[in-house]
C-alpha cells in the first residue's frame, strides 16, 4: 500500500515562496502518476499539478509559471516549489499517488492514495 506525507507547509506573504515535500514509502515514485492538490476552506478539492510516469507534467491554470512539480526517485520524495504566492493559495495541500506507469493529470479521479495534508497560509 502507498503511503504519501507532506510537509513544508507554513504561512508566507504574498510574492514569497514555499517547497512542499512528500515523502513515499511501498512503492517507487519514478514508475507512477503522482499529483499535488489544494483545498481552500469552503471550496472542492482541485488539482494543481501532477507528474506521469513518463516524467510529463501538467499544471492548474492558476499555478502555471509559478509552481513547478518534481519528484528526485532515489530519495522517493515528491516536491512542489511554490513561487510568487498570493492569498489565493492560501490551502490545505495534499499529494497523491495514482496508478502505475500513468501519464500526468490533475484529475482527482485518477488518484488512489492520499496524504494527510499540509496547510499553506499566504497574507496579503
Known amino acids: 500500500q502507498v503511503r504519501l506525507v507532506e510537509s513544508g507547509g507554513g504561512s508566507v506573504q504574498a510574492g514569497g515562496s514555499l517547497r512542499l515535500s512528500c515523502s513515499v514509502s511501498g512503492s517507487s515514485i519514478g514508475r507512477r502518476r503522482l499529483g499535488w492538490f489544494r483545498q481552500g476552506a469552503g471550496k472542492e478539492r482541485e488539482g494543481v499539478a501532477s507528474v506521469g510516469a513518463d516524467g510529463g507534467s501538467t499544471y492548474a491554470d492558476s499555478v502555471k509559471d509559478r509552481f513547478t512539480i518534481s519528484r528526485d526517485s532515489a530519495k522517493n520524495t515528491l516536491y512542489l516549489q511554490m513561487n510568487s504566492l498570493v492569498p489565493e493559495d492560501s490551502a490545505t495541500y495534499y499529494c497523491?499517488?495514482?496508478?502505475?506507469?500513468?501519464?500526468?493529470?490533475?484529475?482527482?479521479?485518477?488518484?488512489?492514495?492520499w496524504g494527510q495534508g499540509t496547510q499553506v497560509t499566504v497574507a496579503s
Open positions: 497523491a499517488g495514482g496508478p502505475l506507469f500513468a501519464s500526468a493529470s490533475v484529475a482527482p479521479g485518477g488518484y488512489t492514495s
